[in-house]
């Protein structure tokens, strides 16, 4: 219980700064613009994530927790952050249990006697030895810098709860076996292999462990592609510390395994159902030759492992870069292939050490190989390969110091812990906005036209338009062929009324992607303000086609049939966009109030009536709404209602046009 203590203790002082960071980069669409996760009832809506969110796609229970965060707290963004912490704690709760229980069965580090006075003899007492290690290495683990991406940015979620998973996996498989063999902790590993072969069927207790390791997994599965690797990491470890070989492992657990590599078709499932691909950026028909993203490897997991042992500088969004040739990366070459023929040598002998080292490569591996198109770092991948480093350099530090120095390791292992969470806590200040976020990403990485690009939209969110517009210049021209730049920048520039430089951006971004609906959207709307309606309304139809699900196409799209006066096709465009659930409240508040007043001219004031109630439920303060409902209800003979809503538009608007005079027009009635 003290160890758990200390480790959440540790994961709490290391992110209490980060609780009210806010909402950043795919945040926003996994969360805020979520659809599926408005309600928890039925199941099957918050287990059924949008195809159309790269982050959250083909992730159910990922989905599922965000679901439960918007049911206890809307899009409070300190709900989200407590549960982040919440996973990491428990992770590193679960993690201390596996180490602790490994150095135990595998007696990786030596645990010498220690003389029991009250007896007069000499026993052994606890567990000294791996205890301590295993709470050294669950603390660094949890207080890690590198661990920020996996907790301080929320939609990550996915990369921590799926490691609480992937952990869970690995220990109750852990607690399965040792309640296979009776007390295997008291064993050495040949003990162990020699008790195998005269084992006695599963307890039901053992069983019921293994029946919660697959559980675990399948939970994993449907929460990141990641946990693919635990059915063969479960192996490696019961060849490893358990069984005799492979064949031993899998004729005494044949079940079990069959049951845990079973989770992988769920997998395959959940995988084919979003295309397969991430949207197009991860796979083999993403489009680039594998080997080009394997050389940038080489570079991704030096880094990972340089950050290990001095964490600086962290980066949010590396960015993309190729390998021009192996001669830029020949230092890391050799580093990764030497630590690679190690594990395969580690592994063949069946030690501890290569067993850390297929813990690591075989997590990294799903990221490492499989070709991506935007993403050749990512600190996030790190989240449990670090541990095996971790227990690594730790069992090292312990064999070296000896049982005699243990408080030396320990008082060191606590000033590292120190230091390490004290930049973890300056980690999560540069999360404290958006703004600080993209700025402090663009000095460590200026040539990176994603990082400028969401400095812009950072930046103009915060009102800082002329450092918006520098920013979005910079990033097109560190990459012209940006489409998703010059949209943006487009769409900028028409809110500031530079329409003719906005067209041209947007035509370029057509250009550059012809199935891009937000462009066509724009250009629409942009043409719609230039006069050209006709021209708009191709550009708008084309967007609803790309894009049916979302209600701002159908709604602007609305807008230029009405421009170009063909107001029964807009009425209908104005109702489709009613229907789509995905699209952001005000855009369904700005569709009734244009129903309402398309029904008004049309002189059908009971469907009027419907509209703007609605518009005022969501704007009380909607001064034309009050004004136009007034005017449906003095119409239909409510001249109560009518001199409220009037009186409520004067109240709002003193200048309103014609209100004062409908205003005692509506009185004039109610008194006859």
Partial sequence: ????????????????????????????????????????????????????????????????????????????????????????????????????RTLRVGRVVPNPPVRDASAGDERRVGDNAPYLVALAV???????????????????????LM???????????????????????????????????TVPPLTRRATGWLVLAVGACALGMATKEVMATVPLMVLFYDRTFVAASFADALRRRWAFYAALFGTWVLL???????????????????????????????????????LTFWPAPLVFEYGTFWVNGAGDI???????????????????????????????????????????????????????????V??????????????????????????????????????????????????????????????????????????????????????????????????NYGALLLKLGRRAEAITHFEEALRLQPAFPDAHMNLGNALVAEGRAGDAVRHLVEAVRLAPEFAEMHYNLANALSAAGRTAEAVAAYEAALKRPAGSAAVHTAAHLRLGNAHAMAGRPAEVVSHYEAVLRAQPDNAEAHHNLGSACLELGRFAEAVSHYEATLRLAPDFPNARAHLEVARGRLRR
């Fill in 330 to 388: 020949v230092i890391e070459a050799l580093l990764v292939l030497g630590l690679l023929v190690v594990t395969i040598r580690g592994l063949w002998r069946r030690t501890a050490l290569g067993f850390a080292g297929a813990w690591f490569f075989g997590i990294l591996a799903p990221t490492s190989l499989a070709p991506g198109t935007t993403q050749m770092i990512v600190e996030h991948r790190m989240y449990l390969p670090l541990a095996a």
């Fill in 1 to 100: 219980m003290f160890a758990l203590l200390v480790i959440g203790g540790a994961a709490f002082l290391a992110y209490a700064n980060s609780l009210h960071g806010p909402f950043v980069f795919d945040d926003e669409s996994s969360i805020t613009t979520n659809p599926t996760i408005r309600k928890l009832w039925p199941l099957t809506e918050p287990l059924s994530p949008p195809l159309t969110n790269v982050t959250a796609q083909g992730r159910p229970i990922l989905n599922l927790s965000l679901a439960v965060n918007y049911a206890l707290g809307g899009v409070a963004v300190e709900g989200y952050h407590a549960v982040n912490l919440l996973i990491h704690a428990l992770a590193g709760m679960v993690l201390f249990g596996v180490v602790r």
């Fill in 138 to 160: 669950a603390v660094l683990w949890v207080v890690h810098p590198l661990q920020t991406e996996s907790v301080t940015y929320v939609i990550q979620r996915a990369e921590s």
């Fill in 268 to 306: 395959g499932w959940l995988v084919l159902q979003g295309g397969g691909n991430r949207g197009g950026s991860v796979g083999f028909g993403a489009g680039i030759e594998p080997w080009a993203y394997w050389l940038t490897q080489f570079k991704a997991v030096a880094t990972y492992l340089r």
């Fill in 163 to 197: 490691g609480l998973f992937y952990l869970l996996t690995v220990y109750c498989f852990v607690r399965g076996v040792q309640g296979e063999s009776g007390s295997p902790a008291r064993e050495s590993r040949e003990e162990m292999r020699a008790v195998a072969a």
């Fill in 390 to 487: 971790l227990a690594v350099a730790m069992v090292g530090v312990y064999r070296r110091v000896g049982e005699r120095r243990r408080d030396a390791m320990c008082a060191g292992s606590a000033a590292v812990a120190l230091l390490w969470g004290g930049m973890t806590i300056g980690r999560n200040a540069d999360y404290r906005t958006d703004v600080a976020l993209w700025s402090d990403t663009v000095a460590k990485r200026p040539a990176n036209p994603l990082a400028h690009f969401m400095l812009a939209g950072a930046l103009e969110r915060a009102g800082e338009v002329p450092r918006a517009l520098e920013s979005y210049a910079e990033a097109l021209r560190l990459k012209p062929d940006f489409s998703v730049g010059h949209e």
